[in-house]
């Protein structure tokens, strides 16, 4: 398989434990689930209705609170964001309302009208979203018409441990529908191929790339 990224020959990785196979990149880091194990959309809808997030759960404001911490001096006008992926309960707006930002809200399941279409925004918000993502690349393009110049998507997605055997422990991937995973190196050069650079990531799980 070429890489769905930047289209060099990728490598299988074949999971003993659990069947499953990947592709990984050499060149750009990304890790893709083999589409025959893909979830159904009854089994992604099971799975979002089990994410019980909200403003009175403490340790999940305070890691949204962290993330908008994270980006927000990247942030040149801070009137209007696109939070992409809202999910059922969009506490990340809630949050920005309180600085005083104007927020619209899509989710594929939960808001799905399209309702940034005829809209610029001064930023745009991704949170655990790019993981379910079977072609990052035309999202982060979509994404690009919507931005004003110099404005930012800041994106929050767990970047994955380089080795296979390490992979193959890491928690993460065992989410039905997480099918896409990611290194810092991985949404650099997604970024480049789709008009943005990559300004600042915390090496961890967030990724803040500003439009050229």
Same mark, same amino acid.
């Given at each position: 398989? *070429?890489?769905?990224?930047?289209?060099?020959?990728t490598?299988?990785?074949? /999971?003993?434990? !659990?069947?499953?196979?990947?592709?990984?990149?050499?060149?750009?880091?990304?890790? +893709?689930?083999?589409?025959? +194990?893909y979830?159904?959309?009854? @089994?992604?809808?099971?799975? !979002?209705?089990?994410h019980?997030?909200?403003?009175?759960?403490?340790?999940?404001v305070?890691?949204?609170?962290n993330?908008?911490d994270?980006?927000?001096d990247?942030?040149?006008?801070?009137?209007?964001?696109?939070? +992409?992926?809202?999910?059922?309960?969009?506490?990340?707006?809630?949050?920005?309302?309180?600085?005083?930002?104007r927020?619209d809200?899509?989710?594929k399941?939960?808001?799905?009208?399209?309702i !940034? @279409?005829?809209? $610029?925004y001064?930023?745009?918000?991704?949170?655990?979203?790019?993981?379910?993502?079977d /072609?990052?690349?035309? $999202?982060l393009?979509?994404?690009?018409?919507?931005l004003h110049?110099?404005g930012?998507?800041a994106l929050?997605?767990?970047?994955?441990p380089?080795?296979?055997a390490?992979?193959?422990?890491?928690?993460? *991937?065992r989410?039905p529908?997480h099918?896409?995973?990611y290194?810092?190196? @991985?949404?650099?050069?997604?970024?480049?191929?789709?008009? +943005?650079?990559?300004?600042? /990531?915390d090496?961890?799980r967030i990724a803040?790339l500003r439009?050229?």
């Amino acid at each position: 398989m *070429r890489c769905k990224i930047c289209n060099f020959e990728t490598v299988l990785w074949k /999971d003993p434990r !659990y069947k499953h196979a990947y592709y990984t990149c050499p060149h750009c880091e990304g890790v +893709f689930l083999d589409a025959q +194990f893909y979830p159904s959309s009854e @089994t992604e809808q099971n799975v !979002y209705a089990n994410h019980h997030n909200s403003l009175e759960n403490e340790g999940y404001v305070r890691m949204l609170e962290n993330f908008i911490d994270f980006f927000w001096d990247t942030l040149h006008v801070k009137e209007s964001l696109l939070d +992409f992926g809202s999910g059922p309960t969009p506490v990340l707006s809630e949050l920005l309302h309180r600085r005083n930002v104007r927020v619209d809200c899509y989710d594929k399941w939960y808001q799905p009208k399209k309702i !940034y @279409t005829d809209r $610029i925004y001064d930023g745009i918000t991704s949170t655990e979203v790019f993981e379910h993502l079977d /072609d990052p690349i035309a $999202i982060l393009n979509e994404l690009n018409i919507h931005l004003h110049q110099g404005g930012i998507v800041a994106l929050m997605t767990l970047f994955h441990p380089k080795t296979q055997a390490d992979f193959f422990q890491w928690w993460y *991937r065992r989410d039905p529908t997480h099918i896409t995973f990611y290194t810092p190196k @991985t949404i650099g050069i997604m970024a480049e191929q789709c008009g +943005f650079e990559m300004i600042k /990531d915390d090496g961890r799980r967030i990724a803040v790339l500003r439009k050229r």
